[in-house]
Structures are given as structure tokens and as C-alpha cells.
């Protein structure tokens, strides 16, 4: 499931018996199932924006397909406000809002809170999270929270791992192959340089 509006409103932190606390998540309104074959209701459209502009990932913003890395993203959001009691993207209107998320990079906590004493590793681990490219951020909810709970026990958080390789090949714009010269070179005879 995909929730899609995570934001501190939709979260409630429960006391647990034991002294811990306990995240309930809430408000599944506009959630989307990514199981096989499920339907896609009225109000979770291709291409329809729904959610809380200041908490939306980049490519829910778009009204592109998201996937659980979308409310990794809001997730990074919730963290920069825990961190720096402000929001990363700013704008007095909606579509102001949407752009910044779209296309600005958040000031580092740091700069923005300079008041405060932010652990630069839960700097490094919130702006991770908020990286426009889906691949460079947490993989999984489980890599985000190990992440942190790294940091909280006083060790180094691992460094992300280089997204996936991508290759562009071009046409050759040679109007007809070389003739080949006899020779066994494979890519003269394919007409590829």
C-alpha cells in the first residue's frame, strides 16, 4: 500500500504498557494498492493530484506514478520539520509549493535551523531521503529506520549505494555499412565504430 499523504496529521504516537511508544498511521483516503490486479478508485486516478502539496514527493507532484518511495519522501519531509521545526519546500500558493517540491533542493537543516544543534548524520540521512531521483533515496522503510536507529546508537549510517546503471545507445547516422576488409574484426562487418 501506498499511502500518499503522510504527513504529522495522519501520524499518533501511542504510549505502549511498557514505556515505549507505538506510530499508528491514519487517514487511508487516498491510499493505492500496488497489489496485482487491484483497482485504481476514483479518487487515486493516473495523473491525479491528491495529497498534501508541502508532503509530496516530486513525482506525486507531477501526477506520476508513485510507488513506496514516494512516502519514503514524506517521510524525509516529516524528519527536516522534526529537525528543524520548518518545512523544506515553501510557497505562498499551491502551485508555488508544488514547483519548489518539483524542482528546488531544500536548504540543509543546518542552514536553516543554525539555532539549533542538528547531528550532521540525521542531516545526511533526512536529505537522503529527500532526493528528487527515487532511486537515490531509501529503498525500503526498513533501510530508512535502520538508518536512524544507527545514528541513535551512536554509530555511522551506511553510505547509499550507487543507483542502477543506465545506458543510452545511439544509431550511427552511417548511411550504408562498411565493406568488410576480410579481417575478423566483428565490428567493422557490423558497421559499428
Known amino acids: 500500500v501506498v499511502h500518499r499523504d503522510l504527513k504529522p496529521d495522519n501520524l499518533m504516537v501511542e504510549a505502549t504498557r511498557d514505556g515505549g511508544d507505538f506510530v499508528k498511521v491514519l487517514d487511508f483516503g487516498i491510499a493505492q494498492s500496488k497489489a496485482p490486479g487491484s483497482q485504481v478508485g476514483p479518487l487515486t486516478q493516473a495523473g491525479a493530484l491528491v495529497g498534501t502539496p508541502q508532503y509530496m514527493s516530486p513525482e506525486q507532484a507531477e501526477g506520476k506514478s508513485v510507488d513506496h518511495r514516494s512516502d519514503l519522501f514524506s517521510m524525509g519531509v516529516i524528519l527536516y520539520e ?42 545526511a540521512i533526512c536529505l537522503r531521503a529527500l532526493k528528487k531521483d527515487p532511486d537515490l533515496r531509501y529503498q525500503s522503510a526498513t533501510e530508512f529506520r535502520e538508518a536512524i536507529q544507527v545514528v541513535l546508537d551512536g554509530g555511522e ?30 565490428s567493422t562487418v557490423a558497421g559499428i565504430e
Do not use: C, W, Y
Open 157 to 186: 549510517p551506511a553510505k547509499p549505494a550507487a543507483p542502477p546503471a543506465q545506458f543510452i545507445f545511439k544509431r550511427s547516422k552511417r548511411s550504408k555499412p562498411k565493406e568488410p576488409t576480410g579481417q575478423d574484426d566483428l
Open 82 to 123: 522534526m529537525l528543524t521545526r520548518k518545512k523544506p519546500f515553501k510557497g505562498k500558493h499551491i502551485p508555488q509549493i508544488l514547483m519548489a517540491v518539483i524542482q528546488a533542493n531544500p536548504p540543509s537543516p543546518s542552514a536553516i535551523a543554525s539555532e539549533l544543534e542538528i547531528d550532521p548524520k540525521l542531516e
